[in-house]
C-alpha cells in the first residue's frame, strides 16, 4: 500500500470513528473497534514513514 492510500485509509477510519462515537458513545463496542482499527492503520505509517527519532545511548 502506498503512503498516500494508507494516508487516506487513515481520514477515513478517522470521520468513521467520529460519527460512530457520536451516534453510539465513546464506550460503545463499535467505536472500540474503530478506534483499534485506527490504531493499526497509524502504527502501521508509523512504522513504515516515521523515522526514528530515538536512538538509545550506551553508558
Known sequence: ???KELLER???K???LIDIVAENGLTSPQ???FS???DRLLNSYNS????KCYTPQMS
Do not use: G, P, V
Open 10 to 12: 487513515i481520514e477515513k
Open 36 to 38: 483499534q482499527e485506527l
Open 31 to 33: 467505536a472500540i473497534q
Open 48 to 51: 513504515q514513514y516515521i523515522k
Open 1 to 3: 500500500m502506498s503512503k
Open 14 to 16: 478517522r470521520t468513521q
